[in-house]
């Protein structure tokens, strides 16, 4: 009982509803801005029961817009609560909730694709704690336009283990399309498995915890949502520098259907494509005839580690880019044609 009655004073006051904030500020949405909100605040308050126990958390919101999520963040507790918002007009809104949540809320109008979570979270960065900081939870109910570049910007922070994103500070409660949840959740062998499932798995424990239809957004997008949550791994498998990794596996992905060889060929100049290929693959001990989906984590780690060695041996080979080479040959052909005719 006395749990409860500590936790009825994190909720907030009665207030407008998010339908009634929208109408008071005029905020029609916008497209451009991936802007398609959720009213009903037991759905918010169902996302947020998936990033776990928010009680004096510090949580970082992306695009809070109206501010329906927002809320559950608050009734759940949460101690320290920084929102990211691109478009101004919602300021205003967020502010009413700052002020019924006195001193838990802090607003910054920017882009988070330009946004430094170490800086905004410095107890969580430092190498050293001197005392241990609270759960940090990073959760946003993701514009699409966003949400892919912004999760491989924080799976490479993930891999340098220099920020916040390390096991045991950070959590990360997200939603993205449904496909694309169910790309970055999609296990070896799956049909869905993609570069993203590769690389989130690489760093990091993920789950698809349930979908929303379309039909629960106002206005309603052509898509359902998944909710994904992310724990970045206690020992990530990642080895080498983020970029090397996901060059071969963006290589590798580039022919899904065809067997493994070929995209790896791609990552050596056609004059070393032959040889370097097959050592490559007989360093990584990888079947060559593997297709992308079917090759496992630790085989892709495998593959990137014997593909720095080679880099290594060979300084040039890693700013290779083959489609620069690709490029240059259309190019080259185009020439011809034009000198035929
Ligand atoms: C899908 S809406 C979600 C709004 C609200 N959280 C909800 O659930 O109803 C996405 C929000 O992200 C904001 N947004 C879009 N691009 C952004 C960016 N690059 N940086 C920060 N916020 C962004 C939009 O303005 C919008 O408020």
Redesign the pocket.
Known sequence: MAVSGKMASFRLPPLPT?GEIIKLYNLRA?KQ??????LDLRL?DKIIRQAGNLRNACVC??????????RSILNAGAADLLV????SR?IPGLQLLSEAAPGRVRIVH????AFGMSTAFPAHTAKRWEDEPPDLHII????F??STPLIIKWLEEMADRSGPFVYGRTRLTLTFQKEVAERLTASTGSRQRSRLSVMAQYLSTVNNCFTIPGRAFVPKPDVDVGVVHFTPLVKPHIQQPFKLVEKVVRNVFQFRRKHCYKGLEMLFPESQRLGMTEELLRRADVDPTLRPADISISQFRALADSYSRLCRANHTLFSYDFREELRQKRQRHRQTKRERR
């Open positions: 998010i916008q801005l991936s802007q398609n909100f959720l918010t919101e992306v695009g809070p817009g109206p501010g329906g999520l927002t990211v918002e691109k478009d919602f920017g882009d988070v694709l946003g109910n993701l514009p336009s966003v």
